[in-house]
């Protein structure tokens, strides 16, 4: 399981954080910005903590209730409706969204920041048209209510709670 999720990271979060970022920077021909940058760094740095403990609890979740990886190679067993599911459906996502934005501000990067909106877009797409339906053959009507009652992207302030035959820890 542990070559599993080392391989999910890598491939997955591990290009769209690292590898993509760096390779903007690159090619846009990036220097480090000087001056005063005393309120970017910290909320940059307070956005990629934010994501890290996100995507940690997430990924968490994901092993010990869902019995799998967020990786379509080896997808979770169980559908996993606690923690920072019970607000968001996309809590990894919202995860990287968080890291990539404190990468663009520490950088001062308007490439990163683009990256982040082309990052978005595509998964808007694509868990619209695939992962969604996927889900729902895979997890059937524990999905279906699910999607009803928590949001894609925007947190529900009240946590939601599944139906009890079969609620998740």
Not at 59 to 65: D, E, G, I, P
Not at 142 to 160: F, G, K, M, Q
Request: charged fraction near 15%; avoid cysteine.
């Amino acid at each position: 399981m542990a070559t599993a999720w080392l391989r999910a990271i890598l491939i997955l979060p591990g290009n769209v954080l690292v590898t993509i970022p760096a390779l903007l920077l690159y090619f846009t021909g990036y220097e480090w910005p000087g001056g005063d940058r005393l309120p970017q760094t910290i909320g940059g740095a307070a956005l990629i903590l934010a994501g890290l403990w996100l995507a940690a609890w997430t990924m968490l979740l994901f092993a010990l209730v869902g019995q799998g990886t967020p990786a379509p190679w080896n997808p979770p067993k169980r559908l996993v409706v606690s923690g920072p599911y019970r607000h968001v459906r996309n809590p990894m996502i919202t995860s990287v969204l968080a890291m990539l934005g404190g990468e663009a501000l520490l950088a001062g990067s308007a490439a990163i920041a683009i990256w982040l909106g082309v990052f978005f877009l595509i998964n808007v797409v694509y868990f619209k048209l695939v992962e969604e339906k996927k889900l729902e053959q895979r997890f059937g009507g524990e999905y279906t209510e699910y999607r009803r009652n928590v949001p894609r992207w925007l947190p529900r302030l009240s946590a939601w709670t599944p139906p009890v035959p079969w609620e998740r820890p």
